[in-house]
């Protein structure tokens, strides 16, 4: 698997070249994600867990493997490439 590092401009945002999915057909709700996460990505949202920030996502990749059920996938993002 290849991993896209985003990089961070001067803004001190990251510029997404990754996408962050969550697979809700195997999400358990357990908010692993929301707690492991060190960019605040992910948002529990009462009814279920978001990819709410992605912006702040710098493509670490800290959510990926401690998800029991291993619903988050992080692939390079098809718009950017497009571009």
């Known amino acids: ?3 896209y590092i985003s990089s961070t401009p ?11 999915t969550i697979d809700y057909d195997k999400c358990v709700y357990c908010n692993t994600c929301v707690s492991i996460c060190p960019w605040g ?30 619903a988050i996938t992080v692939e390079e993002d098809p718009a950017y490439l497009n571009k």
């Open 10 to 20: 001067l803004g001190g945002k990251a510029t997404a070249l990754h996408r962050v």
């Open 41 to 70: 990505v992910y948002e529990d949202t009462g009814d279920q867990v978001e990819v709410a920030h992605m912006k702040d996502c710098v493509c670490c990749m800290s959510c990926v493997a401690p998800c029991p059920v291993d």
């Open 1 to 3: 698997m290849e991993i």
